[in-house]
């Protein structure tokens, strides 16, 4: 569903050098690698700190998939399916921030 022609074209908007938009999908990926990095690194323990980020972050990227979806340079298909993908992120890391 990734890949070119598919329901979330990533690969067919191609983004402007030195944009907003740019910088934002750096900066999301990057974001995420640490924050799927310390979740690792605390895999099979309750750590508190880690399941407090996880649950924070969501909540604001879910704000940024939000807003994303009225920018004009934006994939729509992509922003929507992002925006029911960070709903279930959202969730998940609730569900684990309240038990921990």
Not at 28 to 43: D, E, H
Not at 59 to 68: E, P, R, S
Request: no cysteine; glycine share 8%.
């Amino acid at each position: 569903m990734y890949f070119k022609g598919g329901a979330a074209t990533y690969w067919n908007n191609a983004l402007k050098a030195n944009s907003a938009n740019e910088w934002f999908a750096q900066a999301l990926g990057t974001v995420l690698t640490f924050q799927a990095l310390a979740s690792w690194m605390s895999s099979g323990k309750k750590n508190a700190a880690v399941a407090t980020m996880n649950f924070y972050s969501n909540l604001v990227f879910q704000y940024l998939f939000y807003k994303a979806l009225s920018n004009d340079d934006a994939n729509k298909g992509m922003w929507k399916v992002q925006n029911v993908l960070g709903l279930v992120m959202i969730y998940l890391s609730g569900s684990k921030y309240m038990v921990v």
